[in-house]
């Protein structure tokens, strides 16, 4: 923070944030810049939360119209323990049962997915895909942001 003229730095950690967008661009929440083209499902995210608990976020791309080369986003599925979403382009937000670990919610243009693990998706049910992670999963060897491709 600028304060008067001089920094102020703090010791605050701030959240890690890793992206999709586009016709399949990707930063990992370390910034770097990877470039996977196709209508792939991609892992975006997984994570070890306990022995027997994992988390997963996974994106799949599809033309984006007939006969386009380019692609747009069809699901986002959001997998924690026993509690999954699937979110689909085109499609109302499905409801979760009241016990489940996420909360989804549209916010404007955006479908923002919560958990209770300190991690969010948001998605513009297009192109673009957000994840944020809370400072609790800094240099967590479990949290992964890898644009690994699953053929469908």
């Known amino acids: 923070v600028c304060e008067g003229g ?3 730095c ?3 950690i701030c959240p890690g944030l890793c992206n999709a967008w586009g016709d399949a661009h990707f930063e990992t929440f370390d910034g770097k810049l990877y470039d996977f083209e196709g209508t792939c499902e991609y892992v975006l995210v997984k994570a070890r939360v306990s022995d027997n608990v994992f988390f997963s976020v996974t994106f799949q791309n599809v033309p984006c119209g007939m006969g386009s080369k380019a692609t747009c986003g069809k699901t986002v599925s959001v997998t924690l323990g026993d509690s ?11 409801s979760l049962p009241e016990n489940s670990r996420l909360k989804a919610t ?8 919560e958990s209770d693990i300190g991690i969010s998706i948001q998605w513009d049910r297009n192109t673009r895909v957000y994840v944020t992670a809370q400072p609790i ?7 992964l942001f890898w644009p690994s491709i699953k053929y469908v």
């Open 10 to 12: 703090d010791s605050n």
């Open 137 to 143: 999963w800094k240099n967590k060897a479990s949290l």
């Open 106 to 113: 549209q916010v404007g243009m955006f479908t923002l997915v």
């Open 84 to 94: 999954s979403l699937l979110l689909t382009r085109l499609h109302p937000l499905p």
């Open 6 to 8: 001089s920094w102020d």
